[in-house]
């Protein structure tokens, strides 16, 4: 196998879905690894869960850079540079990037959001999809673009909204199908099968039609 692809995973929290893709890269075969994990937040609680795996890990606080977005994010940008990252993926990241960044890592940057964009784009979302009477919603895996919450879309995965959900029992349905769709989404990027085309994604070898529109069996 050729070398993995080389992952910064930026996490502002708890970080689930880092803990997802950490395991993943664990897998025989797996075409990414996790090359550092960086938060914009010391006390973030997924710091400690990468650094007791032994994984690289670093902090940028945005508190030190004031309203400076883009001196912090040239910080952030320089950090996973020192560890050669060829992919960014947000997880759980809860600073809106500035369109110097996003252009910085065009195509080569990748969120995940708990709903299926384009709707319920911000924050709250399962709550959202609940008051709104919505009766599935998701996760999206997409490219990240200046505007939040927008850019091509590599995967969704559906989960019905149930009449007795509450914000958390539909986060964690939903959160459990980020677990998966996260990881597929890049491997599919590691295997160079993801192709921006305009502004939307194909991902070739991908015989079984339902492999894109739901990878959670
Ligand atoms: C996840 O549900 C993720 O989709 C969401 O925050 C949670 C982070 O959980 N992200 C967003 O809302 C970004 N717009 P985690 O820290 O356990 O991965």
Redesign the pocket.
Known sequence: MSNPLKVAVL?S??????QALVNASREAGYPAQIAVVLSNDPTAQ?LEWAAAQGLPTAVVNHRDFGKDRESFERAVDAEIKKYGCQLVC?????RLLTPWFVGEWLDRLV????SLLPAFPG?H?QQAAIDYGAKFSG?TVHFVRAEM?HGPIIIQAAVPVLPDDTEDTL?AR??EC?HKAYPQAVCWIAQARVNVIGEKVLVTGTHNPDAVMNPVG
């Open positions: 996490i929290g708890r970080g689930s879905n880092m997924g947000l997880a759980g990241w809860m969120n995940i959001h708990p924050l979302v996760c919450d986060a939903i959160l980020e």
